[in-house]
């Protein structure tokens, strides 16, 4: 399969959106920061996609790539990522 760059381009843009959200709901702090994020939701939505094969319906897709099937594959890598590597993060109140 080859990705050209407007694919290339999606799947980064939602990549990066998807790490954000996942950063943000769940305030984790991952390995590598944000950086770490972004490379689980790039991840995630490559394993949901073009490994697993699974579309979710309804099936909204922009140059191929199926949007919602991608952000629901980067969220939940991303936030198994938070889970499994550090867990939540606690604030000392001084």
């Not at 954000?20 to 991952?30: D, K, N, P, V």
């Not at 991303?78 to 867990?87: D, P």
Request: no cysteine; charged share 5%; aromatic share 10%.
């Amino acid at each position: 399969m080859e990705l050209s760059l407007v694919q290339l381009l999606v799947y980064i843009l939602i990549a990066l959106v998807s790490a954000y959200i996942a950063s943000a709901l769940f305030g984790t702090a991952y390995p590598l920061g944000f950086l770490g994020a972004f490379l689980a939701a790039l991840i995630g939505q490559w394993l949901m996609i073009n490994v697993f094969h699974i579309i979710l319906a309804p099936e909204i897709s922009y140059a191929g790539i199926p949007i919602i099937t991608a952000i629901v594959g980067a969220l939940v890598v991303a936030i198994l990522l938070a889970a499994v590597s550090r867990g939540p993060r606690r604030r000392r109140w001084v």
